[in-house]
């Protein structure tokens, strides 16, 4: 017995794998020639069927012709050519002999059951225009977004109170933030800085308000005697000016007034009641503000945070760019306009002073909280001091304390709100007045102050979207043009 080659056991191990790779490649190729072979057959009998398909309709096609032509007298020939319809037939080798026309009635197509008749759209709303489609699509959901608007409005005019707090602690933070931005940067807690900055705030608000308590209080009596002796001029301005009134008929319209007060006199006590309730709610709101202000400084970044967890999944994308775009729109506003109510406030006050208008100072101070209704508020405010003016100083100082009143007006509409707000607030005064009327019939002085910074901060995040929406569909051309490439 031979003594076994070294190697020779890995050789017959190799030779069994390729004879198993062998017989494997065999039998692919087996049922690869198979499945040819029977796509081949399929092939074969579905041309078989459309053969024989066409040869039945050309052999009831030929059996037609037949019957055409031994209805119009024609041999019926099988082997014999049909002629066309109109044709002339011929009856002999050389002649061709005309075939009378005979009249024909045409076939009647029979319409498929639920066919609209000819001329006429198988579908109604195909017959009606697209223009008035449009209208009638766009007509029900503006009518749908009045509803929605209108619940919204309704709800805010049921909790107008905290929402008045709402957007005033809104106002707030956006003014006292930088604040807190700035003793953050210096390593001052979140908590410590979000305090300071509140507190500060508060402080300077309530000696404003002791500053003019204590200015009106202190100037009352000698005001009171000014007016008397305005009204007293006022009066010998009616006798001997030139309406050339008589003191019959000044009693009789001062009677009038006295019995018109007498009359009234149940609604002038409803009225003292009611505005007891608006001080108590009036403090109620102030309450609620300064709490709503100093969570919003100390963990704002956290309630906006919740506020987008609160929105649909594909919204809040969008919303994480517009919110702080939203949010410097609102701080420029709000910064800018305490700067021009402070211009304006200085330059009418010191105008006033200079005049020797009484209360100058705390007049200067109404004037600069009306500033924050853009555009009119300064005005009306004003308009007031003016009239104090008049029954005090006189005509002529009231006609050149108008004259500054309507100068510094002017020097805010042109050089100061363009100045100071610049490009952060683009709102044109036509949408800041609409606004301001809409809000003042709404909600009153508060719905006027926060009109107009509503409208900045939703024309800023409406760009914002509409922005994203531009370069989102650049993105998908680009990418839909690099694919047919």
């Known amino acids: ?24 490649f065999a039998a692919a190729e087996r049922r690869r020639r198979a499945a040819i072979s029977a796509e081949a057959h399929v092939l074969a009998t579905e041309q078989a069927v459309e053969l024989a ?26 082997d014999a050519p049909v002629p066309p319809e109109g044709a002339a037939v011929r009856t002999d080798d050389t002649v061709p002999a005309p075939r009378p026309a005979q009249p024909v009635d045409p076939p009647v197509a029979e319409l498929p059951a639920g066919a609209a008749p000819l001329g006429r759209p198988a579908n109604p709303v195909d017959a009606v225009p697209w223009s008035l489609r449009v209208a009638a699509e766009s007509t029900w959901r503006l009518l749908l977004l009045g509803v929605a608007l209108y619940v919204v409005l309704r709800v805010v005019d049921t909790l107008k109170l905290v929402a008045f707090a709402a957007v005033a602690a809104l106002l707030i933070s956006a003014l006292l933030e930088p604040t807190v931005s700035w003793l953050r940067r210096y390593g001052v807690p979140r908590s410590v800085a ?29 005001v009171t005697v000014q007016v008397q002796n305005g009204v007293r001029q006022l009066r010998d301005w009616l006798l001997t000016g030139p309406f050339h009134l008589t003191p019959d008929q000044l009693n009789n319209v001062t009677n009038q007034i006295t019995t018109a007060i007498g009359k009234n006199s149940e609604e ?25 202000t100093f969570f919003l400084l100390y963990d704002g970044a956290r309630i ?15 919303m994480t760019g517009a919110g702080p775009k939203a949010w410097a729109t609102l701080t420029a506003y709000v910064r800018g306009t305490v700067t021009v109510a402070f211009i304006d406030a200085l330059c009418i006050g010191t105008g006033l002073f200079m005049l020797g208008v009484p209360m100058a100072i705390p007049l200067a101070v109404i004037i600069f909280l009306g500033a924050f209704v853009p555009l009119v508020g300064a005005l009306v405010t ?8 008049v029954v005090t100083v006189g005509p002529a100082k009231a006609l050149i304390a108008l004259a500054i009143l309507i100068g510094v007006q002017q020097l805010e509409g042109h050089i100061l709100q363009p100045l100071i707000l ?5 709102v044109h005064p036509l949408a800041v007045v609409l606004g301001v009327a809409a809000g003042s019939i709404l909600g009153g002085i508060p719905g006027a102050i926060v009109a107009v910074p509503l409208i900045a901060v939703t024309n800023t995040v409406t760009g914002h979207l509409r922005q994203r929406n531009a370069a989102g569909q650049e993105v998908f051309q680009a990418i839909e043009a690099a694919r047919k490439q």
């Open 53 to 78: 398909a066409e040869r039945a309709a050309l052999r009831s096609a030929e059996r037609t012709a037949r019957q055409l032509a031994a209805a119009h007298g024609a041999p019926a020939d099988p």
């Open 268 to 292: 002038l006590t409803s009225a003292g009641f009611t505005g007891v309730t608006i001080a108590v709610e009036l403090l109620t709101g102030v309450v609620l503000t300064a709490f709503t």
């Open 194 to 222: 979000a305090a300071t900055a509140f507190l500060t705030g508060l402080a300077s608000i309530g000696l404003v308000g002791w500053f003019v308590f204590w200015q009106v209080s202190s100037n009352l009596d000698p």
């Open 304 to 318: 906006w945070s919740w506020v987008l967890r609160a929105l649909p999944r594909h919204s809040r994308y969008a």
């Open 422 to 426: 610049g490009r952060a607030v683009r």
């Open 382 to 389: 004003g308009t007031i001091a003016v009239l104090i003016a």
């Open 1 to 24: 017995m031979t003594e076994e080659e070294p190697g020779g056991g890995r050789w017959r191990g190799i030779a069994k794998i390729g004879a198993v790779a062998a017989g494997l």
